[in-house]
Each structure stands twice: as C-alpha cells, then as structure tokens.
C-alpha cells in the first residue's frame, strides 16, 4: 500500500477552470513536496513546505497537519498547466535517508483550451 | 547557474549487457538521490549518498545495481547483466544537503531514458 495517496489519478478541466489535486499521507512527516513532471519527462520541484500555505503565482499549496492533508490549488488553469503533478512525503524517522522522497502515483492534468 | 545533468540521455541496450549513467549535481550540493520510472508507473527511490556517510542501498532492485559517488561530485549508476524490466527512465536529483528535517528542494535531472531490448 503507498503510504502517500493522491486524487484524482486523472484530471480534467477547461481553460480558467479553478483545479485541486489532494495529497494524504501517514502521520509523521517532516515536510511534504510538491512537483510538476512536464510531457517531456521533466520534474520541477514547485513546493515544499511543513506548515501552512505557500502561494507562487497561480499555484497554491496548502497543509493540514492535524488531517494528514495537502491539496495544490492552480488558479484560472491554463493548457500549459497540463502535466503530471507529483505529491511526496519526507519521514525524518525511517532510517538514515534523510530527505528520501516517498511519491504519490501522480495526477495527470489535462487543460483544454 | 547550471542544473543537475544526465548522461547520456537516452541508452538502447541488448539484455545481458552492462550500462553505467552519469549523474552530474549542482556544485556544492552535498546530496544526492537516484531515483526510477518505469513507464506508467510512480517514481521510485534507489539509492542516496549524502557528504562522506555511507551511501543508502535500501531501494535498489537487485545486486545488479550498483552506483559510486566521487566525493560531492559526479555519480555513476550502474547496471549489471541488463533485464527487459530495467527499462525505465532513471532520474537523479540533488539538493544543498539532506539535513535532519528533509526540508531541503531537491532538484531533478532530465533523466536517462533506458531501454533493454
């Protein structure tokens, strides 16, 4: 079983479409990430974060620690925005990895136009 | 400044041969991380090496794999006897150290796309 779910597997929306994509984990973990994997393969890191909320242009990352959740919000989506989005957990207790990423299986995001 | 590069980017092998892949950090990135993607399927950890400590081997498939690190610079991945299953694309990603708290960015490679025919 993967300890970091995500939902939906699949996605999509219309241009401007307001979109989330959950992310629920374990309890435990030291800091949660947030990444965009282009069509090309490419992995971009877009977040990181512990707590709270962290916000870069339209893309809004959110954490609930007492829930075990976390969402990405994209605001007014674009085609551009089509991509694989990658939720993934950091336990500072499991041994000497440090900043191991365990991942989620990815939602894949289609934005037509 | 530059990013983390792989080479090469794409490998086309025969089964039962070896392959190495290189992985070239960011400069004074003392971690680094391989990681595998077969296709349709989630990325999966291999292997890490952090500064001088003894690397961690806890996801590797099989004693086929195997990888080095020179000091804070370049990893080699290899691959021993290739399998059709070891295809996949092999991701390497590197950040400024692990720290206690994993709270540091981790900045991926563009990947080497393997293929065992």
Redesign the interface.
């Known amino acids: 079983k ?1 300890e970091v779910e995500q939902s939906p597997q699949n996605l999509t929306a219309q241009e401007g479409e307001f979109i989330t994509i959950n992310c629920s984990y374990s309890v435990g973990i ?2 949660l ?1 947030w ?1 965009q994997q282009h069509p090309g ?5 877009l977040f ?1 974060l ?1 707590s709270g909320k962290k916000k870069h242009g339209r893309l809004i990352a959110t954490i609930n620690i007492q829930e075990k959740h976390s969402s990405l919000h994209i605001t007014a989506s674009h085609p551009r925005d089509s991509a694989v989005y ?1 939720c ?1 957990a ?3 207790d499991r ?12 939602t894949q995001l289609t934005v037509w136009p | 400044g530059a990013g983390v590069s792989q080479s090469p980017s794409n490998k086309v092998t025969e089964k039962g041969k070896d392959v190495e892949l290189r992985c070239d950090p960011i400069s004074g990135h003392t971690a680094l991380y391989w990681y595998r993607q077969r296709l349709g399927q989630g990325l999966e950890f291999l292997i890490y090496f952090q500064g001088n400590s003894a690397p961690d081997k806890s996801g590797l498939p099989s004693d086929r794999f195997s990888a080095e690190r020179t000091g804070e610079s370049v990893s080699t991945l290899t691959i021993q006897r290739t399998q059709q299953e070891d295809s996949a694309v092999y991701l390497c990603a590197s950040s400024l150290e692990a720290g206690p708290w994993g709270t540091y960015e981790q900045y991926f490679g563009p990947g080497t796309r393997l293929t065992v025919t």
């Open positions: 993967n030291s800091a990430h990444l393969g490419g992995i971009v890191s990181m512990s990658i993934a950091v336990w500072a041994g000497s990895t440090l900043g191991r990423l365990y991942f989620g299986r990815g």
